[in-house]
C-alpha cells in the first residue's frame, strides 16, 4: 500500500486538491493520501523547498511525495520524477526539489501512461503530476516516466560565512512560519558553544533552549526542531516585532 503526499500553494477553498486526490485515486485506489500542506504561499518555491525538506525524510520509505508550486506551468520547465534516499518526487524541475538530497535518479515526465489523455496547460498537478504518482502507487518503476535527465532547477544559494577568526558566523532567514518565527540557515554544528546573535539593530545577548527562557514578549535564539538556528518572541511573532522577511541576514557572535 503506497503512500503518497500532496504538498502545493493551491489553498483549500478550491477545488484542485480534491481534484488531484480523484486522479490518484481512480488510478491507484489503493493509495494512502497524505496532506503535508497547501497553504505554501502562491508561487513561493522556496518555501515549499522548505517544508518538503521538513517533511519528508519523516515519512517511511517508498512514500511518494508530489509537489505542486509551479510559477511557470505550462511553460520551458520540465516535469520530473526523481528517486531520492529511498523516496519518490514528483513536481516541476523549478527548484522546489532542489532541497531533496541526495537525487540519485530522475526521469522526465513523458511516457502517456504517466500524464491524462488531455492535459492542461495550465494544471499539470491534474494532469501530470498527480497521474504519474498514481503510477508510481501501482508500481510502475520511475524510469518508465521517460528519460534519465538530471535536475536542474536550483534555489539561489545563501551560503553561511565565517569571519577570520572563526567566531562570527553570518547566515540568513530562510522561512518564516505562521507563529512569525524566524528560521535560519545556521546549522547548530557551527554554533559557538557561548553565543549572542544580531538581527537588524536588535542583539540577543544569549542562546535559549526553550521559550520559556525568556519572559513573554521577549525576543529568544535557539535551535530549533529543524536543527538550525531560530528566533522567536515569546508569546508573540518575531517577523511583526522585527519588521524582517525570509533573505535578512543573522550574525552570530561568539562569546569568551
Known amino acids: 500500500m503506497a503512500v503518497v503526499t500532496l504538498l502545493t500553494?493551491?489553498?483549500?477553498?478550491?477545488?484542485?486538491?480534491?481534484?488531484?486526490?480523484?486522479?490518484?485515486?481512480?488510478?491507484?485506489?489503493?493509495?494512502?493520501v497524505v496532506d503535508i500542506t497547501h497553504d505554501v504561499p502562491p508561487q513561493d518555491i522556496a518555501a515549499a523547498a522548505f517544508a518538503l525538506a521538513q517533511a519528508a525524510p519523516l515519512f517511511p520509505a517508498g512514500t511518494i511525495h508530489v509537489v505542486v508550486v509551479d510559477p511557470g506551468v505550462g511553460g520551458r520547465r520540465r516535469g520530473v520524477v526523481l528517486e531520492s534516499d529511498g523516496q519518490i518526487f514528483v513536481g516541476p524541475d523549478n527548484g522546489v526539489l532542489s532541497l531533496a538530497s541526495p537525487v540519485e535518479q530522475g526521469f522526465e515526465i513523458t511516457a502517456p501512461r504517466f500524464r491524462r489523455a488531455q492535459v492542461s496547460a495550465t494544471f499539470h498537478g491534474r494532469d501530470v503530476f498527480a497521474p504519474a504518482a498514481a503510477r508510481l502507487a501501482a508500481?510502475?518503476?520511475?524510469?518508465?516516466?521517460?528519460?534519465?535527465?538530471?535536475?536542474?532547477?536550483?534555489?539561489?544559494p545563501r551560503p553561511v560565512l565565517f569571519s577570520h577568526n572563526g567566531r562570527h558566523v553570518t547566515g540568513h532567514v530562510v522561512h518564516v512560519d505562521r507563529f512569525g518565527n524566524l528560521i535560519t540557515d545556521i546549522v547548530a554544528a557551527v554554533l559557538p558553544a557561548r553565543a549572542a546573535v544580531r538581527i537588524g539593530a536588535v542583539e540577543v545577548p544569549r542562546l535559549a533552549t526553550a521559550y520559556e527562557d525568556v519572559a513573554r514578549g521577549e525576543l529568544v535564539a535557539y535551535v530549533g526542531s529543524a536543527g538550525t538556528l531560530e528566533l522567536a518572541v515569546r508569546d508573540g511573532s518575531a517577523a511583526e516585532v522585527l519588521s524582517v522577511a525570509r533573505g535578512e541576514p543573522v550574525v552570530v557572535m561568539g562569546i569568551a
Do not use: N
Open 9 to 32: 500553494d493551491f489553498g483549500t477553498r478550491d477545488g484542485y486538491v480534491g481534484a488531484m486526490k480523484g486522479v490518484i485515486l481512480a488510478l491507484a485506489p489503493a493509495a494512502v
Open 139 to 156: 508500481g510502475a518503476p520511475a524510469s518508465d516516466a521517460g528519460a534519465k535527465v538530471t535536475l536542474e532547477g536550483r534555489l539561489a
